[in-house]
């Protein structure tokens, strides 16, 4: 079962001869997390291995289908949040990546989740999430998000539009109502909706 996620595609470690090497897999995604477990320690006497491993998962970046699910357990590993999670006054929303459910029947519709998190120290009291799904807008408003906590909306998309499309647009952007966000690179996320030959529906996202 995975518990928490972290970088492990290209990942340039040490090599010989002062060189660099590019490594792949769990070998490479492992360190991530041993070396923050072995800073929180470190600069938290007394803290236990438990209450360490908790921190780490309460503090990561939510991603695949919101909340724990078995590919990414609690999300992706993010060092500077666990490093900054007593500093009070941060506010950030971040949109994270369209989920695409499971889609076993091609004449169902499909359904992709968009959603945000707070990834900041206080709550977010309004939320707006923009969503502009091939040409239609509309705007969400989520409310009392507590820390870490993700809140999101369901779209339903038939098959047939995407055949007729060729390729449908996903464009997200949230905004804090009333406060200033920390990070507002992490405010929009730009997917695109298509069907492979096989009629299996597939995401890219940026």
Known sequence: EVIIAAPGLGVNAAGAEDGLVSLSGTS????FVSGALAA??????????????????????????????????????DVG?????????????????????????????????TYVQNRGTEPLRHVQLRVRF????????????EVSKTAGHDFRVAPERIRQSGTILLTCTATID???DISPTDNTNKSSLSLKPEAKPKTDAR
């Open 40 to 77: 929180l320690l470190s600069m938290t006497p007394g803290m236990t291995a438990d209450e360490a491993i908790k921190i780490l998962c309460q503090y990561a970046n939510d991603a695949g289908a919101p909340g724990k699910d078995p590919v990414t357990g609690y999300g992706v590993l």
């Open 28 to 31: 490479a995604a492992a360190p």
């Open 81 to 113: 949040r666990v490093l900054n999670r007593n500093v009070r006054g941060l506010y950030d929303v971040a949109v994270c990546t369209p989920y695409l459910h499971s889609w076993k029947n091609r004449d169902e519709d499909i359904v992709i989740t």
């Open 134 to 145: 091939d040409t239609v807008d509309q705007v969400l408003d989520f409310y009392d998000i």
């Open 178 to 180: 009333g406060a200033i």
